[in-house]
């Protein structure tokens, strides 16, 4: 008796302990994309994966805002969502906030695409990467995207008609005209309301279906790490190009100042930085060979004198290609104007420097050398009849009276007038 009593006493504290325990509280992982799409992003979204998978998370939502960005980078995002074996939910916020070509194939891939009032969705035509492409690959490039995004508007139950117009003819709408178009699921105010509206959504898995249970779900921002903010950082254009700009002067200035060593390897460093920059953003070669033509002429300036015409010269080309840098369409990406009218007055400025203190060297009187005694003056220590000796600038040194018919007695000051060899050619100092 006394053992069965101890049995039940210890099952009562069992299930006591057990329901004492905190029960596991449903979560909604948060993966924020504001910029182009890159292999940053991309290694992002898996890493967002793997967390929610792990935490096992009710889903995880991307907050996206993005003009576009890199096709390999897209596919790889949109492959993962594609076989993610949680729910993925984009939401394109915050107001103001758009999902441009890339963006689209990846709205289009969530299991729930949302939208806030005020964003939009589209323009989705592929850009060329700094390569001209013939009219022959061009519609190849077009068909592959085209297909690629309406196979993944069928897997989703989208819109797949309007997601061909997006990449045909990057047609571009509002997040109440996509609503009504079936390209997105719902409209939300902000992200507590839209775990409120998905809140008891069901999503069909392969093996399985999942209901989810948003409602009072707890919030949980992905942090970026430093590495990512960084690399992130580099994707904006006029990042890439200040730092091409930054890698020009630096170039320049060990040119300038050969052995400097500071200027040629913070140059190269930022340019080498603008280059994996330029690979995230649809460049056009034109803009790229003007602005390498800017260059050329800018060390031109510096070992042949031209006056300003090779400087005039490269700054018209830093312009016309920083203007041209950017593919223009790229609706979305873009330089902004401040910058290459900020770039173009330093460099030119710089340059109007250089220019001037070359003039100056050039035409200023020599101050070493026999050159520098011309128009000296110094004091006859012999008579010159017409050959003697003068004192001049601490030295003694042998002279001739520049007319032979001049005699020039000891004592009386000279200026000289030439050279002839190591001899100098003065006359009579006229009082």
Same mark, same amino acid.
């Given at each position: 008796m006394k053992k069965e009593i101890e049995i039940i006493i210890l099952l009562i504290i069992l299930v006591s302990f057990i329901f004492c325990l905190p029960a596991k509280s449903e979560n909604v992982q948060v993966l924020t994309i504001n910029g182009p799409i890159s292999p940053v992003t991309a290694n992002r979204l898996e890493k967002a994966l793997n967390i929610a998978i792990k935490?096992?998370?009710?889903?995880?939502?991307?907050?996206?805002?993005?003009?576009?960005?890199?096709?390999?980078?897209?596919?790889?995002?949109?492959?993962?969502?594609? &076989?993610?074996?949680?729910?993925?939910?984009?939401?394109?916020?915050?107001?103001? *906030?758009?999902?441009?070509?890339?963006?689209?194939?990846?709205?289009?891939?969530?299991?729930?695409?949302?939208? *806030?009032?005020?964003?939009n969705i589209g323009a989705a035509h592929p850009v060329a990467m700094g390569m001209q492409m013939d009219e022959e690959?061009?519609?190849?490039?077009?068909?592959?995207?085209?297909?690629? @995004?309406?196979?993944?508007?069928?897997?989703?139950?989208? &819109?797949?008609?309007? *997601?061909?117009?997006?990449?045909?003819?990057?047609?571009s709408i509002t997040e109440t005209e996509a609503l009504k178009l079936g390209v997105i699921d719902l409209i939300a105010e902000d992200l507590s309301e839209l775990l409120q509206k998905i809140d008891g959504k069901k999503i069909e898995f392969p093996k399985r279906i999942v209901v989810l249970k948003t409602k009072k779900a707890e919030i949980c921002f992905i942090p970026s790490s430093f590495q990512e903010k960084f690399l992130q950082t580099l994707a904006d254009p006029n990042i890439a190009y200040i730092l091409m700009m930054i890698g020009i002067l630096g170039i320049i200035m060990e040119f300038l100042h050969p052995g400097a060593i500071l200027p040629g390897v913070v140059g190269t460093t930022c340019l080498i930085l603008s280059l994996f920059s330029l690979q995230v953003v649809p460049f056009t070669l034109a803009g790229i060979f003007l602005i390498i033509l800017a260059v050329i002429l800018f060390l031109l300036e510096i070992k042949v004198t031209s006056y300003g015409a090779l400087t005039i010269g490269g700054v018209i080309a830093?312009?016309?290609?920083?203007?041209?840098?950017?593919?223009?369409?790229?609706?979305?990406?873009? @330089?902004?104007?401040?910058y290459i009218i900020l770039a173009a007055a330093l460099i030119s400025g710089f340059f109007v420097f250089v220019i001037t203190y070359v003039v100056k060297a050039r035409v200023k009187r020599p101050v070493?050398?026999?050159?520098?005694?011309?128009?000296?003056?110094?004091?006859?220590k012999t008579n010159l009849n017409?050959?003697?000796?003068?004192?001049?600038?601490?030295?003694?040194? &042998?002279?001739?009276?520049?007319?032979?018919?001049?005699?020039?007695?000891?004592?009386?000051?000279?200026?000289?007038?030439?050279?002839?060899?190591?001899?100098?050619?003065?006359?009579?100092?006229?009082v």
């Open positions: 935490e096992k998370s009710e889903c995880l939502v991307i907050e996206l805002d993005t003009p576009g960005g890199l096709d390999t980078s897209m596919r790889q995002m949109t492959k993962a969502m594609l &076989n993610s074996t949680i729910p993925v939910v984009v939401y394109v916020s915050p107001k103001g *906030a758009r999902a441009a070509s890339a963006g689209v194939f990846i709205t289009l891939a969530a299991h729930i695409a949302a939208m *806030a009032p005020g964003t690959t061009k519609e190849k490039v077009l068909n592959d995207a085209s297909a690629y @995004i309406k196979s993944i508007a069928q897997k989703r139950g989208k &819109n797949a008609q309007w *997601a061909e117009e997006a990449v045909r003819k990057s047609v830093l312009i016309l290609g920083s203007l041209m840098l950017i593919d223009p369409s790229a609706l979305y990406i873009s @330089i902004s104007l401040k070493t050398g026999p050159e520098g005694m011309i128009g000296r003056e110094g004091v006859a017409p050959y003697g000796k003068i004192w001049i600038w601490g030295e003694m040194w &042998n002279a001739r009276a520049e007319f032979p018919e001049e005699i020039i007695k000891k004592g009386e000051k000279v200026e000289v007038r030439g050279l002839e060899g190591m001899r100098l050619i003065v006359k009579k100092k006229e």
